[in-house]
């Protein structure tokens, strides 16, 4: 969202009809509701299974932290938790602790759901605003965001209350779609405007949320700009590394 005006500029999702951050925070609790039955299908048809390496390549990005019995691991927006489970896969016995969190109820049912297999060992999940998380200050080693970060109707209120979750040198993995360039940017572009929201539409029966999600890749910030706002949020050693020509993409910094 981008407001001039009196008021500070806040720069976030923006779905269609939504006036500020509360509303546009509201627009994206309910599109993922509305979706959640259908949304690990559609992340699979739609990204062609490529979302599964994505989330394993993240998870591997950070295994000297997974690798720490004592460590203190925090999902955010993790949805149906696909990210969550990748980390807990490549923490294997180290078994340190990890907790999803996403502010859709729906969500988190299936989430939860996909763990029941296994309670012990598994992640535990909490029903939580990104940009208000009732958890204590300086207390995760590792947060990471897979695709959920892009959504919050205030980046940089999302990277100040990262920073304030972690403890001093904790670290943080943002991953999120980018926009590739080149012959390839201009393919992919094409399917993700054009053919992407259709299909989506399709499959999840809700009209709304496929056409905002190519409108919300748009709308964020490009890596340079990414990098800048983590640095003024409170974090060193910022990095971007595009994942397939770029179409996605992790950050990474320390606090
Ligand atoms: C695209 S899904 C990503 C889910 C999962 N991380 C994955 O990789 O499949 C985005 C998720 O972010 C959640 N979300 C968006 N804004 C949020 C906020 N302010 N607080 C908590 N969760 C939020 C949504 O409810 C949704 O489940």
Known sequence: MQETGKSAVVVGAAPEGSSDPRSAARAVREM????????DLLNHVLSLNVDRMWWRRTARA??????????RILDLCCGTGDM????????????PQILGADFSHAMLQRAAAKSSAAPKSGPGWIEADALNLPLPTAHFDLVTS????????DYDAGLREIVRVLRPGGECGILDFGEPGGIMGALYRIYFKQILPRVGTVISGVRGPYAYLPASVERFPPPE?????????????????????GIAGLYRAKK
């Open 146 to 153: 897979a695709f959920g970060f892009r959504n919050l109707a």
């Open 32 to 39: 993922f509701s509305a979706i959640a039955p259908r949304y």
């Open 84 to 95: 969550t489970f990748a980390l807990r896969r490549q923490a294997g016995k180290s078994a």
């Open 225 to 245: 700009e990414m990098l800048d706002r983590m640095k003024r949020a409170g974090f060193a050693e910022s990095t971007w590394t595009p994942y397939t020509f």
């Open 62 to 71: 950070f295994r000297h932290i997974l690798a720490r019995p004592d460590a």
